[in-house]
């Protein structure tokens, strides 16, 4: 009954609307930050092994710094299958006219393929994965609302999904470059 980090990583990028895994992509470590804050925030799922997700207030808004972590491990364990994306999709964008620059920034490091917008979706080896060593063992109401909280956020336009966050959350975003063109300043 214990989740790690990556084990609620997994369980967000597997959670469908049908309730079972799913390939389905989640575009851009943003809309991953935002949707991991809500699920540790609104559901009430955090880490119960090893060390949880540790938010801090940044440019556009909480973050936790171990989500790059987990994303290159799961990529290098063959769970993970994270795509490039030349531009950030009309959504991504949203009524902000937010830019790529402006979404990405130093937060992920330096190499030139963490600047780039990529798309994140579990491998069919992720998903046995899940099936097989996640989901036994977590709570059936941990993945029921992880799978929540993607089913009613992750389908926000970005815009949309930060002015949620930054209105709900505003201790959040102290120190965010992008608080006045999100709140409408």
Do not use: C
């Not at 935002?34 to 009430?44: D, R, S, T, V």
């Not at 992880?146 to 102290?174: C, H, M, N, Q």
């Amino acid at each position: 009954m214990t989740l790690s980090r990556t084990d609620i990583l997994m369980l967000l990028l597997g959670s469908g609307s049908s309730g079972r895994p799913s390939h389905d992509a989640i575009q851009g470590t943003t809309r991953l930050q935002k949707l991991l804050f809500l699920i540790e925030h609104e559901a009430g799922i955090k880490a119960t092994e090893g060390k949880d997700f540790d938010f801090s207030a940044y440019k556009f808004g909480p973050v936790s710094k171990e989500l790059y972590d987990d994303l290159e491990k799961l990529e290098n364990l063959g769970f993970l299958e994270a795509k490039g994306v030349a531009e950030p999709s009309d959504s991504e964008i949203g009524e902000f006219d937010l830019s790529f620059e402006d979404l990405m920034g130093d937060e992920e490091q330096e190499s030139k393929e963490a600047l780039e917008e990529r798309r994140f979706k579990l491998t069919s080896q992720g998903i046995r994965w899940l099936n097989e060593r996640i989901i036994p063992k977590a709570r059936p109401d941990a993945a029921e609302k992880i799978r929540k909280v993607r089913g009613k956020y992750g389908s926000f336009a970005l815009s949309d999904l930060l002015y949620y966050v930054y209105t709900k959350y505003p201790e959040w975003t102290s120190a965010s470059e992008i608080k006045d063109r999100v709140l409408g300043h």
